[in-house]
């Protein structure tokens, strides 16, 4: 059996409860980071020249309206990374919800699909598209593939062929389509081509579904056949941990949420920071220690813009042993980056590479004016209790959305309520952070 | 400097006059496959499917209604290449016209642009095109991408941002963007993946365009930077014939026109039977020399289906010694591919690799009854002077579209009188071809 034998049946798969709860919580952390990030003014103009062109139709909009399901596919998906807050799953080595959630959620009106008919689609193309990443594997991304963009297009079309109670030749006409409408490179990196790619990952799983369901025919295996996409794109094609598709734990299980408004590669440092408990008067000298992989991505040493910032050990460090909140985008402005305090604290900063640490994990190293040598570190990958997470998460919210519009948001998660839901998510953020 | 700063400055180009002229055959040549093409059943539910969700727009369409730019240009671009009668360009490995007239047809009312002004874009677009398709080259095509696609949306992107009239810095972000849009792979090949590639590249260039204008930023340089599209999707980097870029002969000037409805592998073959004026009955024994690449592609030996008798050397030799137009779809039936007579002739023709023998060349050898040796040889290379090969076209669109509806498309191409020319286009062929 080829991966795309085994999506194709796994397109029908019951969820399984803990990654369930999961894709819930995830769900809640999309809706977040897209509500706020349909506020950001750089993709005004993009949304408004899309919409100029593809008018109004069924399914809803981030910020509000709606478009035709394959346009709000792509405006959502384009809006909820915007901000690069959004869920990441390590070895898929991608963003999920973003690709795949915009798909579900497009095809809820057309299809009358209820919430939990939505969340279970979401979840089965979720895990559908990190099995895809683990299978392109790190020789697609390191060739320039960006994974999210790329799997997470299969995963899109698992969701919406689910949606569409597409039949198994239909599914599998939409996967071959799909191995033609997947694409996306790193090289948008730092551009808004980033956030378009998930756009674009989101609106192919809901054209191959809907063209298969209108009879369109693509390759037979276009994912894993001859000269198909794996073949083309780099793929290492690892069947090996295919086995575990549909077996307890789900990887979502093990996917993680952002609790910080910058790089991922910097979260494990700030959580350690965050367990030591020195103040700021008592740092004499900081040295962090982290995956040497991290240290091109996101060791800028003296950042100047809000950005730039998001980008920095350094300043990050300064920023976390301050009690600034780094939770809150707005900490990430212009003026922090250059506030002289914080300038000062981070000269006392050091970045070291140590090859014995996961890209997961951070050790840090502090020593104090009182002549002590204080240690703290932090691994992403420890479990985070599922009610632990989910306080994480509403307090994420409340941070980006202001209280009364994240509770709103909790609520029609947490009770299925998809009219409420969908009401929530075309709440503009600006309007939602009024006290 | 760069292929993408080469294309940028390519955009706003002085056509010149010899490839405009064969612009012009091309885009009638472009309507003619296109409206046949919109009577193909096969991409009835496609068409619908996605006039479903995205409505009504400004664009007109393939077939009748209108469409919005982005999906007009999906649809058409589909349409066009539904019969896979539409132009080659050998040296691009690709279909130009297909990817790249779609896209400037689509922003034809939005820009307000005059026939001329789009017939212009068009030419802008294919040519680049060939010059992409050259510099990702033979490689490019061997690892799987289907260069018709790849190419063929860069070439939109340059179309579309000509009429759009967008500045340098804009349209290097458009093709920074493109190089995430743009996609396609070989292994849809025989199936509507095929079609749908072009239809892809077309809608490609046109959103690249527009979301730039709209603000979106894209990778710098998506197409020839680090991690850029020919990096990381075997592209050759050929930069030496860019040199020509903008030079006479401009390489449309080279573009190859279909005669017969069938694989190109075949076209030399044909016209070298045509020219040798054997008799059925002074048949013995027939050898067809042919480029090696061929028999892989078009050399099925008993074909018993129409589809199939289009990829058939036997066959159709067989067809084009009994008089049978190989010009007219309707020629290639399935009973015509079982007919007694021509199953019986086609087993006196052996077909042969020769590699001496360019992919243009074909050498046909008849052993006659009455002891004869005949030769025969054409080369598609050869220069078809502009007056033939406009003529040529001319039947051909009578025999797609019947008399009336070739004249009026010839009338309103000729005249450069783009009302005529979109009134023609969505005409079905059904109802054109009426007597």
Not at 55 to 65: H, R
Not at 253 to 267: D, R, Y
């Amino acid at each position: 059996m080829s991966i795309t034998d085994k999506l194709v049946a796994f397109a029908r798969a019951e969820p399984e409860a803990e990654a369930l709860t999961m894709m819930r919580l995830s769900l809640f952390d999309w809706a977040t980071c897209g509500i706020a990030g349909a506020g950001e003014a750089e993709f005004a103009g993009f949304r408004a020249a899309v919409l100029r062109s593809e008018g109004q139709g069924q399914a809803a909009l981030l910020g509000g309206g709606s478009a035709p399901p394959p346009t709000a596919a792509l405006i959502n998906g384009t809006l909820s990374h915007a901000l690069d807050c959004d869920d990441t799953h390590f070895a898929h080595i991608g963003h999920p919800s973003v690709a795949v959630v915009p798909a579900a959620l497009a095809l809820a009106r057309p299809t009358q699909a209820s919430f939990d008919e939505v969340l279970a689609a979401a979840l089965i193309g979720v895990e559908a598209s990190i099995h895809v990443g683990l299978w392109l594997g790190r020789s697609h991304y390191q060739a320039g593939f960006h994974q999210t963009a790329t799997a997470g297009a299969f995963g899109a079309t698992l969701a919406a062929g689910r949606l569409l109670s597409l039949s198994p030749d239909q599914l599998r006409h939409a996967l071959g389509l799909c191995a033609s409408l997947a694409s996306g490179i790193k090289a948008q990196f730092g551009t808004g081509g980033k956030p378009m790619n998930a756009g674009l990952a989101a609106r192919s799983g809901v054209e191959a579904a809907l063209w298969a369901q209108g009879g369109l025919t693509g390759a037979a295996d276009g994912l894993a056949g001859p000269l198909g996409f794996g073949a083309t794109h780099h793929g290492s094609a690892d069947d090996e941990h295919l086995r575990r598709l549909g077996q307890a734990p789900w990887h979502i299980t093990s996917i993680s949420h952002k609790f910080h408004a910058c790089c991922h590669g910097l979260h494990a440092m700030l959580e350690a920071v965050k367990g030591m408990n020195v103040t700021v008067e008592d740092v004499e000298h900081v040295q962090v220690f982290t995956n040497p992989r991290w240290m091109s991505v996101c060791n800028q040493t003296d950042p100047d813009t809000g950005l730039a910032a998001k980008f920095s050990y350094r300043h990050t460090a300064a920023m976390a042993l301050s009690g600034i909140d780094t939770l809150d985008p707005d900490s990430f402005s212009d003026a922090w980056s250059r506030h002289p305090q914080l300038v000062a604290l981070r000269q006392k900063v050091d970045v070291l590479a140590d090859e014995t640490l996961s890209e997961m994990q951070c050790r840090v190293e502090i020593a104090t004016v009182s002549g002590q040598k204080r240690i703290g570190s932090h691994d992403l990958a420890d479990t985070i209790p599922i009610a632990a997470r989910r306080e994480k998460l509403q307090n994420k919210a409340r941070a980006f959305l202001g209280q009364a519009a994240a509770e709103a948001l909790w609520q029609a998660v947490d009770t299925s309520d998809l009219p409420a839901f969908e009401a929530a998510l075309m709440r503009s953020k600006t309007v939602a952070k009024q006290p």
